[in-house]
Structures are given as C-alpha cells and as structure tokens.
C-alpha cells in the first residue's frame, strides 16, 4: 500500500534530477532496492505506470537492482550474505549482527536525454 | 542518451522532513516514541496505562495516527492528557510530513510525546517521523512468530511490549520463542511483558521510562 506514496516520491526525484540535468525525457530509472527493506518491485512498477503519464518519466522504465542482505558478526568477524533476514551469525550461531547491506533504496542513476 | 548519477534516497524528502521535526522535539526536550503496532494489539491500552501512571508527575502529549476518525482520542482525552489527531486518510502510515501538521498545534513543552502511528506492522516501520525511537507491541493472540515475519520492524524497535500476556493460557505462545525471535531481529531490543488489561508487568517498564525521561532532561 505505501508502495503508492513511495513511488510518487521517486517520479517527483527524478522529474527534480531530469530537471537538473537538462533531460526533457528520462528512458531508464536504475534504483537500488535491499531485500531488508519494506519495498516490493512489483508493487513500485505497478504505481509507476499509474503515475508516470505526462511527466519526464512517462517513457522512461525502472531497472531494479536488488540488493541481498549481508551482515557482520562482530564477534567472530566473519561476514556473510543471508537470504531471509534473521540476524543470527550462520558461523557462530551468536546474534551480535551488523547489517552491512540490504536496507538501500535509492535511485543510483537516471538514463535520458 | 546520457546516463547521470542521483544516488539519492527515494524517502530523502521524508528523511529531511523528520530531521527537522526532530529538532522541534529536541527544542521542546521532549521524549518522543513511535508506537507501532497490529491493528488491535492495544497500542491505546498501552498508551492509556503510561498516562495514568505519569501523568502527574510529567506533560505528556499524545498524536494519535489513524486512517480516519477519532475514537482513540477521545478514549485518551477522558484520562485528561492532550491528544492531538491526525486523519491519514488513505495512507497506512504516519510520515513525517503527516506528523509535521501536529507541530503548530503543540503550545507548551511536554516530557513525553507518545505518537500512536496506524495499526500496521509493515508500513510505519520504514518512514522516520522524528521520535527518539521506535517501540513495537506484539499481543499474544498474534503469535510469537511475528517478529520473524516483520523483520523490518522488530529489527529497527529499540523497545518490544509483550502485551496480554494475560491470555497465556489461551493462545498458543511460547514467550521464550518470542523473546529469541525479537532478539534473532534485534539482540539489543529491550523487552517487557506486560498485560494492559490487568497491569502485570509494567513496573519494569515504568521505570524505564523513568530512566530515560531523566536522561533528556539532563540532556536539555
Ligand atoms: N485481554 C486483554 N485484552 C487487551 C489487552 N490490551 C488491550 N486489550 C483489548 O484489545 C482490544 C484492542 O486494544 P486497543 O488498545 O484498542 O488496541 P490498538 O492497538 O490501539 O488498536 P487500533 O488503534 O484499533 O489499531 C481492546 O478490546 C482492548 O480492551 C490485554 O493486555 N489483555
Ligand atoms: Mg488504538
Ligand atoms: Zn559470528
């Protein structure tokens, strides 16, 4: 359901970036998105279609680029990638985790002209 | 076609926006906690039993997230605190521009500003709206599988309330797995188990809060 409110953020962004860059049209949105976050693709490319007519976006698509969750243990130092977010050291078996990555979500670049 | 660089968060704008609300609150010196919750999960229970207990000895403001109406406001406006509403309207989650439309309405200095966001474990977790931190109540009818199933949440709550705990011997939930699963999130969360309804359990967590009122007012 954020997911509406959210993606309106993200055309106003890049509308502001295209702006800037003197863009009148965007082609391609490259937006990092960690699997620690409560942002699903589906859902964003779903609002984006609603939102994106007569904006600099209305061509343009979104390339997701998942990021997976990587956590230190920071008593055995060890680092490792997890698939499923519980924040337990899969060498040690103890829960004093980092998380390293997977709570991204930013626009990395925009493609346009 | 050119490619150019933005990295630049999706929520900046609300990032921005809960900065400055933060130092409004920091201004004020006040205790600000995010109180997220399922719907039903007695967030107002809660927020009631903190009201009674510290309401002579402290100011205490509550903001009330909801999608529409007033009915917990004016459930907390009978204990006497001030309350303040917000209708999200069609948002499932307090944001911090939400929360701003409070901040004009705030006239005096508060210790305590506890804010009911809108009963959903997923959505609120991921917008900041200015608290000093995040507090999660998980009810026993609920399971004691939740926080594995929001991580989000129960990863970024400081504070987790076990609440009706009376129902124990209802329900089926195991208070040790809850407790290892809220730590498998979070291994610093502090935990309390209380029952809103009966009482049981708060005395820990009222001295909590007691702790950490003084330790802003020192600060301020
Ligand atoms: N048995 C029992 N019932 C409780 C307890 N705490 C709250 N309740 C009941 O649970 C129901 C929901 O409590 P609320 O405090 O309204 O819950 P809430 O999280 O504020 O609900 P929403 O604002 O609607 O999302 C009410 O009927 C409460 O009386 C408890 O510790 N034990
Ligand atoms: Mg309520
Ligand atoms: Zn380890």
Do not use: W
Request: with cysteine; proline share 4%.
């Amino acid at each position: 359901m954020h997911e509406f409110s959210v993606t309106k953020s993200l055309v106003d962004l890049c509308n502001a970036e295209a702006e800037k860059n003197n863009f009148s049209r965007i082609y391609k949105i490259h937006l990092k998105v960690g699997r620690f976050t409560g942002f699903s693709p589906d859902s964003i490319s779903f609002y984006f279609e609603h939102l994106k007519p007569n904006t600099k976006c209305q061509d343009a698509e979104i390339i997701f680029d998942e990021v997976p969750i990587r956590i230190k243990c920071t008593d055995c130092g060890k680092e490792n990638e997890i698939e499923e977010p519980i924040l337990v050291c899969p060498e040690c078996g103890k829960m004093t985790i980092e998380v390293i990555s997977g709570r991204e979500f930013f626009v990395e670049s925009i493609e346009g002209e | 076609m050119k490619r150019v660089k933005v990295l630049k968060s999706v929520l900046v704008s609300n990032m921005q926006r809960a900065r400055e609300n933060r130092r409004e609150f920091d201004r004020m010196n006040s205790l600000v906690i995010n109180i997220i919750a399922s719907p039903g999960a007695g967030k107002t229970s809660v927020i009631e039993r903190i009201v009674e207990y510290f309401k002579k000895k402290r100011k205490i403001l509550v903001i009330e997230g909801d999608i529409r109406g007033q009915v917990d406001s004016k459930r907390l406006a009978k204990l006497g605190v001030d309350v303040i509403q917000i209708n999200t309207v069609t948002e499932c989650h307090l944001d911090a521009f939400m929360t701003a439309q409070a901040l004009p309405k705030i006239d005096k200095k508060y210790n305590l500003i506890l804010i009911e966001n809108v009963g959903n474990l997923v959505c609120p977790a991921e917008f900041e709206i200015g608290e000093d931190y995040k507090l999660a109540i998980l009810s026993t009818p609920e399971g004691d599988d939740k926080p594995l199933k929001y991580p989000l949440l129960f990863h970024l709550a400081k504070v987790v309330v076990i609440n009706k705990c009376d129902l124990l011997p209802y329900v089926d939930f195991s208070k040790k797995r809850a407790k290892k699963n809220v730590l498998r999130e979070n291994s610093k969360a502090r935990i309390f188990e209380v029952s809103a309804k009966t009482g049981d359990g708060f005395g820990k967590f009222y001295s909590f809060l007691e702790k950490e009122l003084n330790a802003k007012k020192k600060k301020g």
